[in-house]
């Protein structure tokens, strides 16, 4: 069984400019979650979809964050424009469904914003 | 306000010792609890995990504690392997109001070296 893939792994940019995360969850699976890890810190979680529609977003900075997963199997997170504060892992999990308590994880997105 | 504590960033132990990985949480509404083991450049991987209901599960040299009391958990690895060397996050989890879906909260991490 493939597990979570994710694209780029790594990605460099310059604060202000915009940039991209893709993620393919494991096949069959119907929640998706994107996480945000910062250094020394713990995976936080930004977005929750259930299939395609949007369970949790409290945590997402919605001004500049944007993440859908339109036909409820891959997803993209988007920031735009980018803060020196962004740079982070970037991780998607998934479940089976919503009832399910463990996530599995993609290898993650290392974003550096100059 | 960190609902998921892990007061030890580091951890050092030699091989075929015993490891103790401690998480404390301060939310009542926490009903499940998992360890999550993480290498450089990957992504977290479950280790095991605990329902409320129980003080003990045990998988192979991993065996987790909880005590509901004391809002503390812990991760005993027996015994140790240099392979174990890895952060390890304690995460919690809570149902959200008026679903059966769950939250995961997640602790900063402890850093496990065990040396040969």
């Known amino acids: 069984e493939a597990g979570v893939a994710q694209s780029p792994r790594y990605k460099i940019i310059e604060k202000r400019q915009s940039v991209a995360f893709w993620c393919n969850p494991i096949s069959g699976h119907a929640t998706l979650y994107w996480y945000q890890q910062i250094l020394g810190q713990g995976p936080k979680l930004l977005i929750q979809?259930?299939?395609?529609?949007?369970?949790?977003d409290s945590q997402l900075p919605k001004d500049r964050f944007s993440a859908e997963r339109l036909k409820g199997v891959d997803s993209t997170l988007k920031i735009q424009p980018a803060k020196l504060e962004d740079s982070a892992v970037y991780l998607c999990?998934?479940?089976?469904?919503?009832?399910?308590?463990?996530?599995?994880f993609g290898p993650g997105t290392r974003l550096t914003v100059t | 306000d960190q609902q998921v504590k892990q007061n030890s960033p580091s951890l050092s132990v030699q091989e075929g010792r015993i490891s103790i990985l401690n998480c404390d949480y301060t939310n009542s509404m926490f009903d499940y609890f998992l360890w999550y083991k993480k290498y450089p450049a990957e992504g977290p991987t479950f280790l095991i995990s605990?329902?409320?209901?129980?003080d003990k599960n045990e998988d192979g040299r991993f065996t987790v504690f909880l005590n509901k009391s004391a809002k503390h958990l812990s991760l005993h690895i027996v015994p140790s392997q240099p392979g174990d060397s890895a952060v390890y996050f304690c995460a919690a989890s809570a149902i959200r109001s008026g679903g059966s879906n769950y939250k995961l909260t997640f602790g900063k991490g402890t850093l496990l070296t065990v040396n040969p």
């Open positions: 605990i329902s409320s209901i129980k």
């Open positions: 979809f259930q299939n395609n529609g949007v369970v949790d």
């Open positions: 999990a998934s479940t089976p469904n919503a009832g399910t308590y463990e996530q599995y």
